[in-house]
Protein backbone atom coordinates (compact mmCIF):
# COMPACT_ATOMS: atom_id res chain seq x y z
CA UNK A 1 0.00 0.00 0.00
CA UNK A 2 1.50 3.04 -1.45
CA UNK A 3 0.54 7.03 -1.37
CA UNK A 4 2.22 9.54 -3.83
CA UNK A 5 1.56 13.08 -3.28
CA UNK A 6 2.89 16.04 -6.21
CA UNK A 7 1.66 18.85 -7.65
CA UNK A 8 3.02 21.16 -4.76
CA UNK A 9 4.91 24.89 -5.93
CA UNK A 10 5.07 28.29 -5.82
CA UNK A 11 1.46 30.20 -5.83
CA UNK A 12 0.84 33.71 -5.41
CA UNK A 13 -2.42 34.65 -3.24
CA UNK A 14 -5.48 34.47 -4.51
CA UNK A 15 -4.29 31.36 -6.68
CA UNK A 16 -5.40 28.23 -7.39
CA UNK A 17 -3.04 24.80 -7.07
CA UNK A 18 -4.23 21.14 -7.94
CA UNK A 19 -2.78 18.52 -5.49
CA UNK A 20 -2.80 14.95 -6.49
CA UNK A 21 -2.29 11.69 -4.81
CA UNK A 22 -1.84 8.49 -6.30
CA UNK A 23 -2.79 5.02 -4.51
CA UNK A 24 -1.04 1.71 -5.53
CA UNK A 25 -1.86 -1.89 -3.19
CA UNK A 26 -5.72 -1.06 -2.46
CA UNK A 27 -9.34 0.10 -3.66
CA UNK A 28 -9.74 4.15 -3.17
CA UNK A 29 -13.25 3.34 -3.04
CA UNK A 30 -13.43 1.53 0.41
CA UNK A 31 -10.79 3.65 1.99
CA UNK A 32 -10.84 6.84 3.63
CA UNK A 33 -8.31 9.39 2.19
CA UNK A 34 -7.30 12.99 4.12
CA UNK A 35 -5.02 15.74 3.29
CA UNK A 36 -3.04 16.24 6.21
CA UNK A 37 -0.81 19.67 5.97
CA UNK A 38 2.05 20.99 8.27
CA UNK A 39 3.18 24.32 8.47
CA UNK A 40 6.53 25.30 9.66
CA UNK A 41 6.40 25.08 13.81
CA UNK A 42 2.92 24.21 13.77
CA UNK A 43 1.37 21.08 14.41
CA UNK A 44 -0.21 18.69 11.37
CA UNK A 45 -3.91 19.58 10.38
CA UNK A 46 -6.07 17.38 8.88
CA UNK A 47 -8.09 19.48 6.05
CA UNK A 48 -9.73 17.86 3.63
CA UNK A 49 -11.07 13.89 3.85
CA UNK A 50 -13.17 11.67 2.04
CA UNK A 51 -14.59 8.69 3.66
CA UNK A 52 -14.17 5.24 2.58
CA UNK A 53 -17.71 3.44 1.49
CA UNK A 54 -19.57 6.69 0.99
CA UNK A 55 -17.67 9.05 0.05
CA UNK A 56 -18.80 11.77 2.60
CA UNK A 57 -16.15 14.42 2.40
CA UNK A 58 -15.00 16.22 5.45
CA UNK A 59 -13.17 20.07 5.55
CA UNK A 60 -11.08 21.49 8.47
CA UNK A 61 -13.03 24.89 8.85
CA UNK A 62 -9.77 26.99 7.74
CA UNK A 63 -10.14 25.48 3.72
CA UNK A 64 -13.74 24.78 4.07
CA UNK A 65 -15.72 26.80 0.66
CA UNK A 66 -11.95 27.21 -1.04
CA UNK A 67 -10.57 23.81 -0.77
CA UNK A 68 -11.96 20.69 -2.29
CA UNK A 69 -11.10 17.00 -2.13
CA UNK A 70 -12.38 14.76 -5.18
CA UNK A 71 -11.11 11.05 -6.07
CA UNK A 72 -10.99 9.37 -9.48
CA UNK A 73 -11.50 5.37 -8.63
CA UNK A 74 -10.83 4.00 -11.69
CA UNK A 75 -7.22 5.87 -11.85
CA UNK A 76 -6.53 4.89 -8.10
CA UNK A 77 -6.34 9.27 -7.72
CA UNK A 78 -7.60 11.39 -4.95
CA UNK A 79 -7.02 15.89 -5.79
CA UNK A 80 -7.08 18.63 -3.33
CA UNK A 81 -8.18 21.68 -5.66
CA UNK A 82 -7.08 24.55 -3.66
CA UNK A 83 -8.41 28.36 -4.67
CA UNK A 84 -8.23 31.47 -3.30
CA UNK A 85 -4.95 30.81 -1.52
CA UNK A 86 -3.86 32.34 1.31
CA UNK A 87 -0.36 32.63 2.38
CA UNK A 88 -1.16 30.81 5.51
CA UNK A 89 -1.48 28.12 3.61
CA UNK A 90 2.07 27.60 2.81
CA UNK A 91 2.90 24.30 4.15
CA UNK A 92 3.72 20.40 3.43
CA UNK A 93 1.02 18.47 2.45
CA UNK A 94 0.45 14.94 2.84
CA UNK A 95 -2.40 12.48 1.83
CA UNK A 96 -2.98 9.81 4.18
CA UNK A 97 -4.93 6.97 4.61
CA UNK A 98 -6.92 4.86 6.92
CA UNK A 99 -9.16 1.77 6.41
CA UNK A 100 -11.47 2.85 9.88
CA UNK A 101 -14.64 4.51 9.06
CA UNK A 102 -14.28 8.16 10.51
CA UNK A 103 -16.64 10.56 11.87
CA UNK A 104 -16.47 14.23 11.89
CA UNK A 105 -15.16 13.82 15.71
CA UNK A 106 -12.15 12.20 14.54
CA UNK A 107 -11.31 12.38 10.90
CA UNK A 108 -8.79 14.73 11.53
CA UNK A 109 -6.37 12.48 14.09
CA UNK A 110 -3.22 11.99 12.30
CA UNK A 111 -3.07 8.85 14.37
CA UNK A 112 -5.65 6.53 13.10
CA UNK A 113 -3.97 7.01 9.73
CA UNK A 114 -2.01 3.91 8.60
CA UNK A 115 -0.25 4.65 5.57
CA UNK A 116 1.46 8.42 4.63
CA UNK A 117 2.05 9.59 1.12
CA UNK A 118 5.56 11.73 0.96
CA UNK A 119 4.69 15.40 1.24
CA UNK A 120 4.71 18.05 -1.43
CA UNK A 121 5.49 21.75 -0.62
CA UNK A 122 2.90 24.39 -1.03
CA UNK A 123 4.26 28.26 -1.05
CA UNK A 124 1.95 30.91 -1.41
CA UNK A 125 3.62 34.30 -1.48
CA UNK A 126 3.81 37.13 -3.97
Known amino acids: VQLQASGGGVVQPGGSLRLSCAAS????????ITWFRQAPGKEREGIAC????????FYADSVKGRFTISTENNRNMVYLQMSSLKPEDTAIYYC????????????????????WGQGTLVTVSS
Open 50 to 57: TRGRDAIK
Open 25 to 32: GFTLDVYT
Open 96 to 115: ATTSSYLYPHNWSNDRLYDV
